[in-house]
């Protein structure tokens, strides 16, 4: 029996990143260790025609240390909300869906999809169908994508991956119109750690043949505090550690750029690690509507925003300086 022939991948510019982050995330899924369980990734990247080695190297734990913050996060508010509805913005080709579904936290919740139309396209051919997802082929910048949410029973919204390619204007108006739409329900999101904006902002090279686009948008874990006191209806912001990885690859530990490689920049944490990450390695900020501040010294991390319930505004928590 012949094997399906595989789908060309035709992604240019921010939307081509979502290729990169499958396929490091599909490598480690595949290791006998591996940090994270994800044959849907597997199986996605194995049905994708595209030159990977473009990429360089590929064989790290970062994306998939990622995808398990926001997925216990994800898990957490459907712990107390069940029939939830779970917005991925930018979704690209991730598959916490299917993760989650796994996990048996619930079978109730229903899950939206927001990308360009070429990643929507590719992900309806070849991912499993589910009556529980919804695909919106669009911008997450066309808030029209918010009117196809009913928030009756709970709404937690992420941007994995997202804010960072996006102008401070636009990240900014994305943020308080969630604010405003969706009272009561959480926000996470994450960003270049504050000490690497400055090259993510020209776009970190991770091989000979591939530069990262420009990551124009970044906040200190600081400025992500302040969030309660500048945007209307955030209630509060907290951090979302990451998990601890394999061996030594604690993203506890300070990083620090070390000389440049063929296929990017190294990070150290004292001596080098497990392939932890490059420099291009976020700190997810998680915006989520959640109990507690974020604290300036708690990196890196994910930073949550929390809206107020509809009950009624709760008293804001002013940000740390």
């Keep these: ?11 240019t510019g921010v939307s081509e990143t979502a290729l990169l982050t499958l396929q490091v995330r599909a490598n480690e899924a595949r290791r006998p ?27 790290r734990q970062d994306m998939a240390l990622r995808a398990l913050a926001f997925d216990g996060a994800t898990r957490a508010y459907l712990v107390d909300h069940p029939a939830a509805t779970v917005v991925a913005l930018a979704e690209g080709l991730q598959t916490s869906f299917h993760r989650i579904e796994a996990s048996g936290v619930s079978d109730q919740f229903r899950w939206l999809t927001v990308d ?15 009556d529980r997802v919804t695909s919106c082929a669009e911008s997450a910048l066309d808030y029209a994508w918010m009117d196809r949410v009913d928030p009756g029973d709970g709404v937690f919204i992420t941007a994995e991956g997202l804010l960072m390619y996006l102008q ?9 119109e969630c604010a405003k739409r969706f009272p009561g329900g959480r926000m996470m999101f994450d960003l270049p750690p504050s000490w690497a904006a400055g090259l993510a902002s020209r776009g970190a090279r991770t091989s ?16 992500t505090a302040r969030l309660v006191d500048i945007v209307p209806g955030i209630r509060t912001v907290h951090d979302v550690p990451y998990p601890r990885g394999r061996g030594t690859a604690n993203p506890d530990l300070r990083l620090r750029p070390t000389r440049p490689d063929p296929s990017g920049v190294r990070l150290t944490a004292r001596r080098e ?9 976020t700190s997810p900020p998680v915006c989520s509507f959640g109990r507690r501040r974020v ?9 949550h925003v929390g809206l107020p319930s509809r009950r009624g505004p709760s008293p804001a928590q002013p940000g740390r300086p």
Excluded: C, W
Aim: glycine share 4%.
């Design 1 to 11: 029996m012949n094997p399906a022939p595989k789908v060309n991948a035709a992604l």
């Design 116 to 130: 360009l139309p070429p990643i929507i396209e590719l992900r309806d051919k070849l991912l499993p169908p589910s």
């Design 33 to 59: 260790d591996s940090i994270i369980d994800d044959p849907m990734a597997i199986e996605l990247l194995d049905g994708i025609d595209f030159d990977f080695a473009k990429f360089g190297h590929a064989r």
């Design 273 to 281: 690690i497990d392939v932890l990450a490059r420099s291009t390695r």
């Design 208 to 223: 000979f043949r591939y530069r990262i686009p420009p990551m124009p948008f970044a906040m200190s874990a600081s400025e």
């Design 168 to 176: 401070p204007t636009e990240a900014m108006g994305l943020i308080t």
């Design 295 to 303: 604290s300036a010294d708690q990196r890196p991390t994910i930073p």
